[in-house]
């Protein structure tokens, strides 16, 4: 019934007109294209990007659209810290990496290699004014995401989805992992929804299809998704719940839980919004079936 593949935008099926707040901490693009992208190319996003390294912002800034402003900050507990820039761009990170779990996989003791290191002033998120209001956040730099949790509690009242890098070894010095973020975040109002997508590397010296890329048994990394406790629906906004549906939908087609809040809005305004999203949803999956 549900389609994986296609799907319509979600003003479509509802006949709503709403605008997202997106922050965008590490917004440099390196494998993929962002998740709110399709948000931001209909115009019905508005997004506040960080990129401290001079070279990624001035490529952000050359393609950027009329919606998107990014700023040179590097976020964090608002002290000064060391950039350990490494041989990689990639795993470029506040945080030391760490040899004694690098060194357990293909490549990645060149590509954790620190080729300088230099002293960079760093932002609180909950002080950053442009980010006020901002209802999903993607966040993705190497192991200091719970730092900027930490020093971000009054931005995580508003957000309604995060979308953030976390680990499961310490692939840096000291690295929260998973299970610490899972924790801080349960803490202040946010359920684990799922991951988009896990990533596994094969531990060396096995060697599989001669792919040092390649995936077998042991997660190193994932983007994980959390969203606002939707247990508590008493505790979300009328704007909130169809917000929080539309991010879902448009950026991580869980459709069960954009039908769900839809489903509360309904019964609070008297509007049948879920009744239009599932009859749209279905006629899409016949569509693609028949």
């Known amino acids: 019934m549900m389609p994986t593949n296609e799907c319509t935008s979600f003003a479509a099926l509802t006949g709503t007109q709403t605008r997202i707040k997106v922050v965008d901490i590490g917004a440099n693009p390196i494998d993929t294209a962002p998740p709110y992208g399709t948000l931001l190319n209909a115009g019905e996003a508005e997004l506040i990007g960080f990129e401290p390294n001079p070279l ?7 393609k950027k659209g009329p919606n998107e402003t990014y700023l040179p900050f590097a976020i964090g507990d608002g002290q000064r810290r060391t950039l350990h820039v490494c041989h990689a761009p990639g795993m470029t990170s506040l945080l030391e990496p760490n040899p004694a779990v690098l060194d357990k996989f293909h490549c990645f003791p060149i590509f954790g290699m620190v080729v300088e290191t230099r002293p960079v002033d760093t932002v609180r998120f909950d002080d950053i004014p442009q980010t006020v209001g ?10 200091a995401e719970l730092m900027v949790f930490q020093h971000g509690t009054r931005r995580l009242r508003d957000l309604l989805v995060i979308h953030t890098e976390v680990e499961f ?15 801080f975040l349960r803490q202040h109002g946010f ?29 190193l990394w994932a983007d994980a998704i959390f969203v606002k406790d939707f247990t508590r629906l008493n ?7 169809l917000n929080m549906a539309k991010i879902v939908h448009e950026c991580y087609k869980s459709f069960d839980l954009a039908y ?17 999203y599932l009859g749209g949803l279905q006629s899409i999956g016949q569509k693609a079936a028949a």
């Open 191 to 219: 359920v684990f929804h799922r991951f988009y997508p896990a990533t596994s590397r094969v531990i060396s010296p096995m060697l599989v299809d001669n792919d040092i890329y390649g995936g077998m048994s042991q997660l």
């Open 169 to 183: 070894l310490q692939m840096y010095m000291n690295q929260p992992l998973f299970s610490d973020i899972e924790l």
């Open 235 to 241: 505790t979300f906004e009328d704007i909130q719940l």
């Open 134 to 143: 901002a209802e999903l956040l993607k966040i993705d730099i190497q192991g």
């Open 260 to 276: 769900r809040l839809l489903s509360e809005f309904d019964q609070r305004r008297s509007t049948a919004l879920a009744h239009s």
């Open 56 to 62: 990624a912002l001035e490529k952000l800034n050359e």
